[in-house]
């Protein structure tokens, strides 16, 4: 079956532009989670969604933003970027909620 | 004090030893553990996850924990030279979040 699908898989963007990020999660989960990962900080969570509803957030600034939609495929958004923006931002679905998350391939985003 | 902590490495092994990875948490209320396995330019996959205190077996796998010391640990057995990757520990309050450590990196040797 196919896996999580995040698109782009590279992103190079300028300081003060946005940027959104999509996730396709595997077929019948509802919930998609949203992680940015950098050297410094590792894998840090930003929002999960279930059934089109935020569940719980991070401790990010509101330029970051998501979504989900009625099939779950999920967005996030992140406005007037800023150079400690570049990660990887990666994108886990489950059917249910933390137990058997699938990671998908990541986006990697370099601002510049 | 970070909220999940691991010994950040390398930690070396040779070819067909024990590896033995550690994880401590500081949130009392937490209620299930998880270890990912993170190859470089890969995304994490779950390799375990455990729930009550004692041990887990999964093939070479074994998963400890200890929730009145506030402990989980991984013991990789026969360590094979493609186990060579990043471990990552996970725990989890809620059904909506995990909390991630900065993993170990572990170097298996031929």
């Known amino acids: 079956k196919a896996g999580v699908t995040q698109t782009p898989r590279y992103l190079i963007k300028t300081r003060g532009q946005q940027v959104t990020l999509s996730c396709s999660p595997i077929?019948?989960?509802?919930?998609v989670s949203w992680y940015q990962q950098t050297p410094g900080q590792g894998l840090q969570f930003l929002f999960e969604?279930?059934?089109?509803?935020?569940?719980n957030k991070g401790n990010f600034p509101g330029r970051f933003s998501g979504r989900q939609f009625s099939n779950s495929r999920s967005e996030m958004n992140v406005s007037t970027l800023e150079l400690g923006d570049s990660a990887l931002y990666l994108c886990?679905?489950?059917?249910?909620?933390?137990?058997?998350?699938?990671f998908g391939s990541g986006t990697r985003l370099t601002v510049v | 004090q970070k909220e999940v902590e691991q010994n950040s490495g390398p930690l070396s092994v040779p070819e067909g030893a024990i590896a033995s990875l550690n994880c401590t948490y500081s949130?009392?209320?937490?209620?299930?553990f998880f270890w990912y396995r993170q190859y470089s330019g890969k995304s994490p996959e779950l390799i375990m996850f455990?729930?009550?205190?004692g041990d887990k077996e999964d093939g070479r796998f074994t998963a400890q924990l200890n929730k009145a010391s506030q402990y989980v640990s991984l013991l990789i057995r026969d360590s094979q030279p493609s186990d060579s990757a990043t471990y990552l520990c996970?725990?989890?309050?809620?059904?909506?979040?995990?909390?991630f450590g900065k993993g170990t990196l572990l170097t298996v040797n031929p």
């Open positions: 969604y279930f059934s089109e509803t935020q569940r």
């Open positions: 949130d009392r209320g937490s209620q299930s």
């Open positions: 077929s019948g989960h509802r919930s």
């Open positions: 886990a679905s489950s059917f249910g909620g933390v137990d058997g998350y699938t």
């Open positions: 455990i729930y009550s205190n």
């Open positions: 996970a725990v989890a309050r809620s059904n909506y979040k995990l909390t």
